[in-house]
């Protein structure tokens, strides 16, 4: 790691007013993905914003039938709300099945939306269920939010607050996991939120999170695993690397999305 | 058996250190005006260096000095070795290109060495080595295996024309043509061994120190076996004269075989802590450093062919295999590939004719030396695999073809330079099949497949040659060194005892083995034995431990060393008994005179050594005996492995849903610390048959997994509970019986494992690592 000068602001406000003024700054919230970096010399910020502290991004409250979760709020927090839980249990199962325990217990949903990691679990239920992302300038919804592979919407002196998720009648999340590092090879998210079916694909796609519009036409037509059936993927979109090709990539995304059809009880 | 003796289920002595943080690795170990070293390492995969500009570097903060190959041209150390000698089968000898602890003129894979810079602080180090102006030429680079001998393939070391090393035959090619010929069966594969990375927990480290007015040298390495590290380091590479170095290897944490070899990091820091003045410099591996330079395993392209009769009766097999040897010839890089593996193509069968070929090639890759198995595993797939083929191609039972052709009667001489002396493979056969009810198959099968699961089932009836080696026998097929061990048993005045051997533990759990050993012999407490091990200055010498040939080898020293220790004893006791000696007997910690009630505590025989106020004329006082064991032969470890498991076809993603290993592996000292040792095998062999596989680049030589985010390592959800037991024949070659059971685990479960994928999904064709893509894929083309 290189020399940096670590900052560690006690509200939100503060911590804007730093990023605004300082140069070549990285926001710094559980660190499980720029720490490594960071440690490999692939990162090198001279500047490091900890939002670790900052009390007024942490929390879960579930009113008027949204689920709101601070962006500071880690993977082991949502998975362990009984209101996530009651509320969205697709969600709660989503951040459990996050890396490892030690990864959930430092990674926050907002360090891992803001990093839109293509492979990551939470961009699919943010897009999947429709939320909005708060932050500090504005609220983005979730379909303006994704701009393709680590980029989104934010710009540089914009922080995430919170994540407000309006919750659906129904949810589920089916991933295959990467074996070598567990991230999504495919994991699909679906989602009945006032009548209207979305479905959210994450680690399949080459160019991140996307919604798989023919997939949400059919189921809704009829939410049922079959009604997918004859649907393909397309391949041409798919990431394709040393862990599987694009085709087989396209199959796992149909696959995991019959899945979480079927759970979708 | 005593509550500690041999056969006790003996809580590992060592673990209370390890488990509580207080095992002694070498990055722990903190000299006075230490240095730390940091390496300026290729980016390319072949590349000639033009120029190497260290000026910036020099200047930096803390900075101590920048090497280069040139200093280590100038001080006139020589290059890295390779100890065994392989002849072609045109009678030449194997063509070894230079390797320079730190590269000079060129650079031969991603990872290579190319300067070394020493700072006060590794962050100052490390700095400073981002400063190293390395100016390169690059040049084309060839990794694959199957492309290195290729007309336009890029050339890596002149001596080596079209990058082959060796061209090595075994076996008599035209008694196995014919046989080919005239067979009624022919089963043909074409066979990828995969590309393994050992990782070991504690990656590699060293720390160089050279004390001017002594003119002495201290190592301390993560070594496997430091004696051998003393004497190449000594003997060739030439740093310093054997007895002005010591090297000591203290707790090392895992091997795997990768810390067998001696590598340029080692010898770079023994060199510069002489050229800095005599200050310590040490270096420890990074993970990421770890994947590109820790020495890689098997590498294998092979067409291999089975010839049977019309009855199934095996005829003749052979095989034609291009070994990747990586960019430069690691230690024992060219016995792995050629008599740890074409000497076992045999099996457990009858095979009357075998041939194999294996072509070493160089390519611009990590070099590749034994891991884990070490050509055995390699030569069990090739057999397993092509006895499974040929079941199904017959229409025959895979057991029932096994147990057609095994080996029954011994010693038995394969075509293929061993000569097995014991086993029971039919015995081993029998107790897999009813531990995994295989009459039950069918009826699971159908169950899954009303779930939609594809049901299989695989066997491996594995054996290899451990107790690595009679030296004689290994002398005349090339190896440089004799591979017998040596042991000193240390008696104290009090009656405690001091083992101290040449086998070297690095998690195999010696410190408690080994003194069982004692236990049972002297009928002394585990807590009044100390084995001691992994430091020249105090074992007299050793061959350290590799192969799984700790307890058959290095114990067998012990027990000559005992031998030794008992008869004098026992001379002592009858003197002191006023006794016939050959009355005496030892029995529970106690010297007895046979029929009476006369008898002393071994205590009070060793006290009355020291003393010497009364022993018989003539004798020497002390209790104190060394001995060196040299085999007699191989031991042969063996036994059968079934695998069955669940492919999802949907996902590709294949679950192992039994696993039932029985070995032979003579005697037993430990029966938990050998399901230990065959569990954490296992699991290396199910990753190498699922989930393990380096990848590079096919045109940049680039390392593609290089990180836990790329190269899968099975975690222990991926790995089921396994069925584990034995069937014992004693080895007869040495005393204790033993066989060896390090190695069996990784070497009989892969077949196991791509039979039991390929007979669930229907689909011969599958190479390791059998991801759930590649099986996916499989699936959908069968």
Redesign the interface.
Known sequence: M?QTTYHRPSSVTEAASLLASAEDVKLLAGGQTLIPTMK?RLAAPANLIDLGKIAELKGITVSGGTVTIGAGTTHAEVNTSADVKAAIPALAKLAGGIGDPHVRHLGTIGGSVANNDPAADYPSAVLGLGATVVTTKREIPADDFFAGMFTTALDEDEIIVRFVFPVPEKAAYAK?AN???R?AMAGVFVAVTGGTVRVAVTGAGSDGVFRWADAEAALAGTMTPAALDGLTADASAMLSD????AA?RA??VK?MAKRAVAALG | MGLEGIGARVVRKEDKRFITGRGKYTDDIVLKDTTHGVFVRSPHAHAKILSIDTAAALAAPGVIAVLTGADLAGDRIGGLICGWMIHSRDGSPMKAGAHPAIAHDRVRHVGDQVALVIAETKAEAR?AAELVEVEYETLPAVVDPAHAMDADAPQLHDVAPNNLIFDWVLGDEAATDAAFANAAHVVELDIINNRLSPNPMEPRSAIGYYDPSEEHYDLYTTSQNPHVARLVLSAFIGIAPEHKLRVVAPDVGGGFGAKIYIYPEETACLWASKRIGGRPVKWTSER?EAFLTDCHGRDHVTKAKLALAADGTFLALRSDTIANIGAYMSTFSSATPTYLHGTLLSGQYVIPAIFTNVKAVYTNTTPVDAYRGAGRPEATFIVERLVETAARQLGMDPAELRRKNFIRSFPYQTPVILTYDAGDFEGNLDKALAAVDYAGFAARKAEAKARGKLRGIGFSSYIEACGIAPSQAVGSLGSGVGLWESAEVRVNPVGSVEILTGSHSHGQGHETTFAQLVNERLGIGMENIQIVHGDTDKVQFGMGTYGSRSGAVGMSAIVKALDKVEAKAKKIAAHLMEASEADIVMEGGELKVAGTDKKLPFFQVALAAYTAHNLPAGMEPGLKEGAFYDPTNFTYPAGTYICEVEVDP????VEIVQFVAVDDFGRIINPMIVEGQVHGGLAQGIGQA??EGV?YDPQSGQL??GS??????PRAD?VPSFKVDHVTTLCPGNPLGMKGCGEAGAIGSPPAVINAITDAIGNNNLSMPA???KV??AVHAA
């Open positions: 290189y490999q295959f074996p070598a590092s991230y040393i862990h599987g090709d087989y199959n796992l696959v | 700095d990421a949907d996902t590709g993603k699922l989930m990848s593609l997994t836990y985010m790329d190269y899968c390592m991926d991801t759930p893509a996916w894929a």
